[in-house]
């Protein structure tokens, strides 16, 4: 039933998920738009730029912000990351703090809850990571946290199983403002395709080398062309490292790891674009570059937010 039908004014707005790194922010996003539009790994801080999830329904509009995880800055890069996650809490209607209820109240969260203080847009507690706990030890972490911080709903999900999450979007609806429709209906990220070729391809670089390859780590789209004649899609990428050693372990043994990276984030590539896609990577040293202003803008981390 659509809103002119039922007589309920469309609601919409923006929606920022903050929390600590690696507590699932990212899954949760991809889990609500149903596709896959930001990365996901199981090391900390892989979320670099806003990455904007569309959920559009009759009756709302939700626009995500998936932004980096709030921490104390260690370089210049970090000190990126940090603005723009602070400045996202200052520009939505709600905001999302995530928690991964299995690692407990760290450090990381007593911090970002300092930093919510001052912001008066409503915060939900969202209780991450559910079915990895028995439910009895649910009640007291959530006490732990509403001790700390007047939160306007507290809900606990799992991102990764889908528990909860509907009951979540309908809360969110509720709460957003009467508005217009933002983006049309069938559009899921205000991210131009290149930036979620980068990501995936970024993605599968870290999924693939484990511990070995720090965040040192950046991906550039030299060419993305579409060859309609041929119903194909040229990508042309450079992924960028610190050290020689990374370089030699991104592309392995005879080019094996490089080979392997290219085949994962092809597939992703053609699930997202729905066109066959020729993906052809690169791997070049910038020693030092998530410390020089002059790389940070030319890998994409513009310095404007």
Known sequence: MSNKE?????????????????????????????QKIAIMSDKPQTTRNKVQGVLTTDQSQMIFIDTPGIHKPKHKLGDFMMKIAQNTLKEVDIILFMVNVEEGLGKGDLFIIEKLKGVKTPVFLILNKIDLIHPDAL??????????YPFAATVPVSALEGNNVEHLLGLIQENLPEGPQFYPADQITDHPERFIV???????????????IPHSLAVVIDKMERKDDKNLI????????????????????????????????????????????????????????????????????????
Request: glycine share 8%; charged share 30%; hydrophobic share 35%.
């Open 6 to 34: 039922n007589n309920t004014a469309f609601k919409s707005g923006f929606i920022s998920i903050i929390g600590r790194p690696n507590v699932g922010k990212s899954t949760f996003l991809n889990r609500v738009i149903g």
């Open 198 to 212: 980068s990501e995936l391809i970024r993605e599968k670089v870290l999924h693939l080398t484990r511990e070995e």
């Open 139 to 148: 009640l007291p972490i959530i006490q732990q946290y509403n001790e700390l």
């Open 234 to 305: 040229d990508v042309m990428a450079t992924i960028i490292v610190e050290r020689d050693s990374q370089k030699g372990i991104i592309i392995g043994k005879q080019g094996s790891m490089l080979k392997e990276v290219g085949k994962r984030a092809r597939m992703d590539i053609e699930n997202l674009l729905g066109s066959k896609v020729y993906l052809e990577l690169w791997v070049k040293v910038q020693k030092d570059w998530r410390n020089r202003a002059s790389n940070l803008r030319d890998y994409g981390f513009n310095d404007d937010y």
